[in-house]
């Protein structure tokens, strides 16, 4: 007998089985519309039809199609709830991993490739700060790497805060244009 064959000798004993074929397409779209994600309804379908192939064959149910999508929609849950705990217990662990066994914080240092390419950008960053004229390199450094606020930066350098503006507007351009790659 081939494997078709097996198949719906299998299925015409089996109500839910049959059912399950018949409608395993409509069943998929079911779970798609639901998750977003084809290949995650894929899984879920396959999830559902080893379940439904471990029922005994002489089980009766009255309404084979109902079972079927309640069944889809409890796998689904049990999936989306297995999710948020492995993804709680990911979390869990990246937080207890940051500290050290005495409760000290341990710094996470980057990849070395990360960490290049991060000291070189800043130093492109120094240089373009370094390359803007004076009064907008001032009010760059005292707005943007001080912190002071633009009232305060004006005050500092005896203009209105509109000179500000314009100064931190024309330095954004420029470094802008120095850094793009």
Known sequence: MSAEGARTKRAEDHPLLAAFLERREALVLFLAART??????????????????????????????????????????????????????????????????????????????????????????AEAVAGLPPKMGQAFRLHKLEGRTQAETARMMGVSPKMIEQHMAAAMRHLIQRLRP
């Open 36 to 125: 977003r994600s084809m290949p995650q309804a894929e899984d879920l379908a396959q999830d559902l039809y080893l379940k439904i192939a471990a029922l005994p064959a002489d089980s009766e149910v009255r309404a084979p199609v109902a079972l079927l999508y309640r069944m889809a929609a409890n796998l689904m849950i049990d999936h989306v709830r297995s999710a948020q705990r492995s993804a709680r217990r990911d979390a869990e662990w990246r937080t207890e991993t940051r500290t050290g066994s005495f409760g000290e914080d341990v710094v996470e240092e980057p990849p070395a490739d990360e960490a290049l390419i991060a000291r070189e950008r800043a130093r492109q960053l």
